[in-house]
């Protein structure tokens, strides 16, 4: 089938166990061949032909290479069970480093569980623990090295974009990806973004390359700002980042006052301490808010909204209009990090 539509038609054969994941898929100049583990049904052959232009070949696919697929495939039989059951499932890859969580009475294992990320994923190179509570300033924790390169320094790739990240100085997250998404394309050219806390800048640079627009970028962390201003020399920006260094409350009044017609407000445990300084940095005509928090209870995002509107009004605005609002992610067990896009006038 052509390459086009070879995306769809491999999901398709995924969701219905028809793709044999023991062979390599073949790829020519034109055209994909999928290895298939069983006869398609006369309906799984319909749905196909809509999706795209298949024909069935008959063909020798080579064997794929099956390493292991987890962590705690690699380390079983060579740590203890008990300590075993304590390593995490889930961490990070920043780029070529990965930061994980390692509970302290397993942490005598840590150059075990290292050198298993490294096995698993061949292109980690550095692999760090993260340990102690985390700083409440510059959101940070303290890292340990207990595998490969020591390093701290990497290059992540994000939408098409480029991000130097220093992991043990500044706060960067991949699972913020789907979120820096969703905000950077709801804005248009020519518009101004006050980016509050902008950290190495994934919000305001994926916005400057997608648009000719304006970001304010601030921080208080000096090291964060030193990673946004490589961050737009790395990449072609069609818009244009500013890097604050300092506080959004310092500098939003003093030098962005009514300038913005979006504000990003990223800093979900504190962010409703700072309504009234993005009512400050909006147009006096309105604009929108994208405001990250916390909440519990029964009903996270209305809780969020109840929040968001109650700082607005404090500050003499209206929220107008919520746009949207999202969980972002479980942050501790039963509260969530939610997210609410709000028109204020
Ligand atoms: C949760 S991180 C978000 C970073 C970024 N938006 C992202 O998606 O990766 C919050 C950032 O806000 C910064 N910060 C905390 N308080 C601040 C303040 N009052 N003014 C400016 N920046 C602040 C921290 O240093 C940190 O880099």
């Known amino acids: ?170 706060y960067f997250s991949p699972r913020l990806s789907t979120e820096h998404l969703r905000v950077a394309s709801q804005v248009s050219d020519n518009e101004v973004v006050i980016d509050m806390f902008t950290g190495v800048g994934p919000f305001a640079i994926l916005i400057a390359k997608r648009t000719a627009s304006t970001v304010f970028a601030i921080d208080k962390n000096p ?18 980042v500013i890097p604050l260094l300092g506080d959004a409350r310092d500098i939003v009044p003093s030098r962005l006052r009514g300038k913005a017609t979006r504000v990003i407000m990223n800093l979900p445990l504190y ?14 005509e309105g604009g929108i808010v994208h405001f990250y928090t916390i909440t519990g209870g029964q009903d996270p995002k209305g809780e969020a909204v109840e929040i968001l509107r109650k700082g607005v009004e404090r500050s003499g605005r209206i929220l107008e209009e919520i746009l949207s609002t999202r969980v972002v992610r479980e942050y501790a067990p039963r509260k969530w990090q939610v997210v609410v896009d709000g028109r204020i006038r």
């Open 1 to 170: 089938m052509q390459k086009s539509s070879a995306e769809k038609v491999r999901k398709f054969l995924l969701e219905r166990s028809l793709l044999d994941k023991n062979l390599r898929v073949k790829r020519t100049e034109s055209h994909v061949v999928f290895p298939l583990s069983r006869e398609p049904s006369s309906e799984d052959l319909q749905t196909l032909k809509e999706i795209a232009d298949v024909s069935f070949v008959v063909e020798n696919f080579e064997k794929v290479r099956i390493g292991p697929r987890s962590i705690k495939e690699v380390l079983a039989g060579k740590i203890p069970e008990d300590a075993l059951a304590e390593v995490r499932r889930s961490f990070d890859i920043i780029g070529d480093i990965a930061v994980i969580e390692v509970p302290q009475e397993v942490m005598r294992y840590g150059e075990e569980i290292g050198r298993a990320i490294m096995r698993v994923h061949k292109n980690v190179r550095a692999v760090f623990a993260k340990v102690g509570p985390v700083d409440t300033e510059f959101r940070v924790r303290k890292l340990i090295h207990i595998a490969g390169d020591k390093r701290t320094t990497t290059i992540h790739r994000e939408h098409g974009c480029l991000f130097y990240v220093d992991v043990a100085n500044v």
């Open 223 to 240: 090291h964060a700002i030193e990673c946004l201003r490589r961050n737009i020399e790395l990449n072609k920006l069609k818009g244009e």
């Open 271 to 284: 962010a409703h301490q700072f309504i009234d300084v993005a009512c400050i940095g909006l147009r006096s």
